[in-house]
């Protein structure tokens, strides 16, 4: 694990210890400290099948405007969602295909 990793890895903590002491005291509403679970939570592996089930039946999209919605290619949406392309969702897209999953897509309108 390379110094910078560590160092994100020790402020999210810290972050979140922070967010829990502030809720603990009433200076944080229920739904604020939910959303904030997202931050600490590891995103999981989404395979191909799980992808096009989030894609199809939570978000009701096609793969080109789910792309769209996701701030990725339509190439990446493909082959997050061919079996034989063994590429993953990760990062931010992984966070974001949380979110839709729980929550729906709803969750990222702003």
Known sequence: MNP??????????????????LSAYGLISKSDLARTKLLGAVPPVYAPERVVK???VIAKMSQSVFAAWL?????????????????????????LLQMVEMKGIESLIV
């Open 4 to 21: 910078k990793s560590v160092e994100n890895d020790r402020m999210v903590k810290e972050l979140l210890e922070t967010i829990a002491d």
């Open 54 to 56: 989030i894609r199809t």
């Open 71 to 95: 701030n990725v290619s339509l190439s990446t949406v493909q082959k997050w969602e061919s079996p034989t392309a063994n590429k993953h969702p990760s990062g931010a897209a992984a966070k």
